[in-house]
């Protein structure tokens, strides 16, 4: 996405373009993981959905605006926390990105990074795919094949957020 006549990364000003470094560098955090959790094929569509679910994580998460290569491994569990089942992540993204919307309106300047994660938050909230029903068969029954069984149409975050988890854990 190209943002002519905003400021450049440093801040300099001067018609040149900017860009979203924070955004960039949390989705390239989110993808690593997922690959080398090897859960989903990376063309998947439910790659998709882990990928801009921990990145929105990951992207939120910093405070400081600082996300450091060095320090991935140490926020490890941070992101655990925040993608575990029983936390409120829906809730925790919506009063993040309010804050960062207000932060970047009270700047009046450009911010890509934001816009970024306000488009794959969008995609994560509008978007349903097709996954299979975990309560359908609450007693047992017989097994059935990985493409075989009763599925439900669920929201993007809420299929992308354990795929996420999950690949933190196995990394």
């Known amino acids: 996405m190209l943002h002519r006549g905003q400021e450049s990364t440093d801040g ?28 989903m094929p990376p063309t998947s569509f439910e790659f998709r959905a882990g990928r801009d679910a921990l990145a929105l994580t990951i992207f939120l998460s910093d405070t400081d605006g600082e996300l450091s290569g060095i320090r991935v491994v140490s926020q ?46 969008r ?9 299979p029903d975990l309560n359908a068969v609450p007693g047992g029954g017989p ?3 990985e493409d075989e069984g009763p ?3 669920t929201p993007a ?6 795929l996420g988890h999950l690949a933190i854990h196995l990394f």
């Open 12 to 39: 300099a000003g001067g018609g040149e373009l900017t860009v979203p470094m924070a955004w960039l560098y949390a989705e390239y955090i989110a993808d690593e993981l997922l690959r080398t959790g090897d859960l």
């Open 76 to 121: 490890l569990e941070t992101w655990l926390s925040l993608t575990a089942y029983d936390q409120p992540w829906q809730d925790w993204v919506r009063d993040r990105m309010a804050r960062l919307t207000a932060e970047a309106v009270d700047a009046g300047g450009p911010a890509p990074d934001l816009d970024l994660a306000e488009a794959a938050w």
């Open 123 to 131: 995609w994560l909230q509008e978007t349903e795919l097709l996954a």
């Open 143 to 145: 097994v059935i094949g």
């Open 151 to 153: 599925k439900v149409w």
């Open 157 to 162: 975050w809420q299929l992308g957020l354990p």
